[in-house]
């Protein structure tokens, strides 16, 4: 029994493990790609430093913002508020059945908005690009304290 225990703890703090570090390896990517492609300066400048005629296209910049910010709030809705300030224990679909639905159109609208945005600099490597990065953000969410 004693060896049963031993064994299912072993194999749940490997899982954990294996959960941490891949989010760490999305996190990683996503960073050595920002790093590589100027992310910081293009946002900031609308431009990449070593080809100034390429422009970030600003409208579809700030929808993908807009769309992002929009996918944050729900899911703070649905992670702090729902779960641990009014502890609702039913599932977010029964309580809240149109927040997923939302969540997901504000995330798909924010990842096609950057890729328009980051097109004319990047053009067809804005896809992947953005999909890393998103990820990448994405997984930051392991590591926050709960």
Same mark, same amino acid.
């Given at each position: 029994?004693?060896?049963?225990? =031993?064994?299912?703890?072993?194999?749940?703090?490997?899982?954990?493990?294996?959960?941490?570090?891949?989010?760490?390896?999305?996190?990683?990517? =996503?960073?050595?790609? =920002?790093?590589?492609?100027?992310?910081?300066?293009?946002?900031?400048?609308g431009y990449p430093p070593a080809r100034p005629h390429r422009h970030l296209?600003r409208f579809f910049f700030n929808v993908g913002i807009a769309g992002f910010?929009?996918?944050?709030?729900?899911?703070?809705?649905?992670?702090?508020?729902?779960k641990y300030i009014k502890k609702i224990k039913a599932e977010w679909e029964?309580?809240?059945?149109?927040?997923?639905?939302?969540?997901?159109?504000?995330?798909?609208?924010?990842?096609?908005?950057?890729?328009?945005?980051?097109?004319?600099?990047?053009?067809?490597?804005?896809?992947?690009?953005?999909?890393?990065?998103?990820?990448?953000?994405?997984?930051?969410?392991?590591?926050?304290?709960?």
């Amino acid at each position: 029994v004693e060896a049963e225990l =031993a064994q299912t703890r072993l194999q749940a703090w490997l899982d954990f493990t294996w959960r941490k570090l891949n989010a760490l390896l999305w996190i990683t990517v =996503a960073a050595g790609i =920002a790093i590589f492609v100027d992310l910081v300066p293009v946002v900031q400048n609308g431009y990449p430093p070593a080809r100034p005629h390429r422009h970030l296209d600003r409208f579809f910049f700030n929808v993908g913002i807009a769309g992002f910010v929009g996918w944050l709030i729900i899911a703070a809705y649905l992670i702090i508020w729902l779960k641990y300030i009014k502890k609702i224990k039913a599932e977010w679909e029964e309580y809240s059945p149109k927040a997923i639905p939302i969540a997901t159109i504000c995330a798909v609208g924010s990842l096609v908005a950057f890729c328009a945005a980051f097109w004319p600099i990047w053009s067809g490597f804005s896809i992947p690009i953005v999909f890393f990065l998103f990820l990448g953000l994405l997984n930051t969410a392991h590591f926050v304290p709960v």
